[in-house]
Nanobody, 125 residues
């Protein structure tokens, strides 16, 4: 099991950028594929991006492809989500997720073992 703590959310104007961070502690980080999900008010949680432990495989939702970039730093047991060209429809609570022995595909299917508490991202028009 890993404990996940997100940071970096906030309020930004449309077209702006934010960088979310997720710090992991507990179990060995090398056993986990990581991902980001988001949930807007009144909507179901949706997949945003995933990365495998080695960082050589990533996967993105079509809605964020070309604008968001997921990366990791294994030395720091951390995963990041760089969000550029933000749109009002990106407004949501963003949560970090970890899947033990997972892949980017299993993460995208919400086969997740641990979740962070979430961080609010609000994009104003």
């Amino acid at each position: 099991q890993v404990q996940l703590v997100e940071s970096g959310g906030g309020l930004v104007q449309a077209g702006g950028s934010l960088r979310l961070s997720c710090a992991a502690s507990g179990d060995s980080f090398s056993r986990y594929a990581m991902g980001w999900f988001r949930q807007a008010p009144g909507k179901e949680r949706e997949f945003v991006a995933a990365i495998n432990w080695s960082g050589d495989s990533t996967l993105y939702a079509d809605s964020v492809k070309g604008r968001f970039t997921i990366s990791n730093d294994n030395a720091k047991s951390a995963v990041y989500l760089q969000m550029n060209s933000l749109k009002p429809e990106d407004t949501a609570v963003y949560s970090c997720a970890a899947g033990r022995w997972g892949s980017v595909r299993t993460i995208s299917r919400q086969q997740v073992d641990d979740w962070g508490q979430g961080t609010q991202v609000t994009v104003s028009s």
